[in-house]
């Protein structure tokens, strides 16, 4: 790495790093997996209670696993710049995305489906964000929860899909469709989720 290199890299980081420190994570409060669990339930009156116990609790709980997992001791963005540099494995929000859906899949629900979602596909101004989401077995996305890991590091963030004060929501294939009809094979943006081949 040239000096030069190094000296945009650490001012990148440090400029990330005085942006990111405005984000506060939520504090969770002792009941949160079981809020959480009310709020899955109430999606739909089909959504066993059960299931949505066990999402719920999966929701908050396993992204502190992965947190230690990939090491992430920053913001997100931060450890963004991290894993972009090589200094970390994993940690992108397609990674926590994926983690989470596979986790989610591993329990076979009857009543939950998973979905993934990404917002600011279309805009340059932002960088692309991935999520999963669970709805109710026959639902579609925007009928469902979102469960970020990734907003604050491991800390959950939730909310039902349209009422995300932050992000608005379109379906994961829809983003690659749209990618795919204009040649955005590879973003220029390192973070952006991969587009599998059609």
Avoid at 128 to 143: K, N, P
Wanted: proline share 6%; aromatic share 8%; hydrophobic share 40%.
């Amino acid at each position: 790495m040239t000096q030069f290199t190094r000296r945009a890299f650490s001012l990148s980081l440090v400029s990330t790093a005085a942006l990111a420190g405005c984000a506060t994570p939520p504090v969770h409060a002792p009941d949160e997996v079981s809020r959480l669990a009310n709020g899955i339930a109430a999606l739909n009156p089909t959504i066993d209670p059960g299931e949505a116990l066990r999402a719920a609790d999966i929701g908050i709980n396993y992204p502190k696993q992965l947190r230690r997992e990939y090491g992430v001791t920053d913001s997100a963005i931060v450890h963004n710049i991290k894993v972009n540099a090589g200094t970390r494995p994993r940690g992108l929000c397609w990674h926590w995305a994926e983690d989470m859906q596979k986790r989610l899949e591993q329990e076979q629900f009857e009543t939950l489906v998973t979905h993934r979602a990404i917002a600011n596909a279309h805009t340059r101004l932002l960088i692309d964000h991935s999520t999963v989401i669970v709805s109710a077995r026959g639902d579609q996305f925007d009928e469902g929860m979102v469960l970020d890991p990734w907003r604050f590091g491991g800390t959950l963030y939730w909310a039902p899909t349209t009422e995300d004060v932050k992000y608005t929501w379109v379906h994961r294939q829809e983003v690659f469709a749209w990618k795919r009809a204009r040649g955005i094979l590879k973003g220029s943006d390192p973070s952006s989720e991969p587009i599998p081949a059609s």
